[in-house]
């Protein structure tokens, strides 16, 4: 299939990456930065441009990959062309791009990316959706190209799972970065909780994480909890992180929620 991607991201990167490694031809990279394109288009062999002037229609779909609030306008300025278009975010309705043409739908990776680390994009799941069943057929036989995992989702639903995704990912890393500066602070370094959630992330694998919980909350152990939150007296906004996270710990212990 000829692939035109626009945004130079993150996410940009890897699915141009996974798609050319599926055989797919990248003709064009779009960027607002010429340079960011540049270097995407080099590494995926297509033209780069920073012109939505010079998109050219000969591609059989358009990947929006850009941040939330400008995938409206991409898919304003490239709907003339009424070619397949689609966007890959996970908090943004598939009206984003329907409301500009009928031939829209979604591709969303359900993953973190960064440039700097390659990803099995084949373990990576995929939300598809389309705004017709055509489309949706279309867009699911692509989609398996370049994953093993690739599963209808709804805009409404597929807004859950991104908020379920921030649950477990981005406020976890959030902590990581909490308990690093709580151990610079005193000239101990990261390595040494390292294994600690590397086995928390194994155990979720096999088991639901309610199951797997541990620490003072889980044992209601209040002694504990309160030597802690004196520790970060001089850290009001830490302190009541630390209270709320503890609260939601007991609450979903006594409440059974890993008893499913």
Request: aromatic share 8%; charged share 15%; net charge negative.
């Amino acid at each position: 299939m000829r692939v035109t991607i626009i945004g130079s991201g993150n996410v940009a990167t890897h699915f141009s990456a996974a798609l050319k490694n599926a055989g797919h031809r990248i003709m064009q990279v779009y960027s607002p930065n010429f340079q960011n394109a540049s270097l995407l288009a080099y590494h995926v062999g297509a033209e780069a441009t920073s012109d939505l002037q010079d998109i050219t229609p000969e591609t059989d779909i358009f990947i929006i990959s850009v941040k939330d609030d400008a995938i409206a306008e991409m898919a304003e300025a490239l709907a003339k062309y009424q070619k397949l278009i689609v966007h890959t975010s996970g908090a943004t309705s598939l009206d984003a791009v329907r409301a500009f043409t009928d031939y829209a739908g979604v591709l969303y990776p359900l993953q973190t990316f960064s440039k700097s680390k390659e990803v099995d994009f084949f373990t990576v799941p995929l939300c598809v959706e389309g705004a017709d069943e055509s489309i949706t057929a279309r867009l699911k036989e692509l989609a398996a190209t370049i994953s093993n995992n690739v599963y209808s989702v709804t805009s409404a639903d597929r807004k859950i799972l991104h908020l379920a995704a921030v649950f477990a990912c981005n406020f976890p890393n959030y902590l990581y970065g909490v308990a690093q500066q709580l151990l610079a602070a005193h000239n101990m370094k990261f390595d040494m909780l390292k294994p600690l959630i590397l086995e928390t992330a194994q155990k979720v694998q096999q088991q639901y994480p309610a199951n797997v919980q541990t620490g003072p909350a889980v044992r209601n152990d209040q002694l504990t909890m309160n030597a802690h939150l004196q520790l970060l007296n001089h850290q009001p906004q830490l302190q009541e992180i630390y209270y709320l996270l503890s609260q939601g710990i007991i609450k979903n212990n006594n409440e059974g929620h890993g008893d499913k």
